[in-house]
């Protein structure tokens, strides 16, 4: 079934992250591919909010690679950036297994660094920026 949500500006921000965790279900390995500057980590940042995870406590993990938050209840969750990957290798150094095999949500940027690594249940999810500067997510389960 293929699912998209349209974001308007940063003000629809909170909605749209909400309809996508309704959305996506039971999915807890989550790659998002879309161009430099598209939105990524905003996206991400937003759909943390909506677990509850503090705003003050997300960043991006470009230089860490993962970050790791709690949600409501405690409940982890994990960020990725894959950016600064070079070889696959240096994502197993991190123990890349370990947090996908973990069960808990796993957000990830530039998974095309590592895709070789991805399970195949990972859902991907595609960013596009139109003229207007609205953002639109696309996927399919």
């Known amino acids: 079934m293929k699912h998209e949500i349209h974001i308007i500006g940063l003000e629809d921000l909170d909605r749209a992250a909400q309809e ?3 959305a996506i ?3 807890n390995l989550i790659a998002f591919y879309a161009p430099m500057g598209a939105g990524k980590t905003t996206f991400i940042t937003a759909v943390c909010k909506a677990l ?3 705003e003050d406590a997300i960043s991006s993990p470009t230089f860490a690679i993962v970050n790791e938050y709690r ?3 405690g409940r982890p969750l994990f960020h990725f950036d894959f950016y600064r990957i070079e070889q696959p290798a240096e994502a197993l150094d991190i123990g890349l297994y370990d947090y ?3 069960g808990e949500l796993c957000l ?3 998974p095309e660094n590592v895709e070789t690594l991805l399970p195949e249940e990972t859902l991907q999810v595609h960013i596009e920026v139109a003229p207007d500067g609205s953002r639109t997510l696309s996927w399919e389960d």
């Open 71 to 73: 949600g409501r209840g």
């Open 100 to 102: 996908l095999d973990s």
């Open 20 to 22: 996508f965790l309704r």
């Open 108 to 110: 990830m940027e530039w």
């Open 52 to 54: 509850g995870v503090e």
């Open 25 to 27: 279900g039971e999915h």
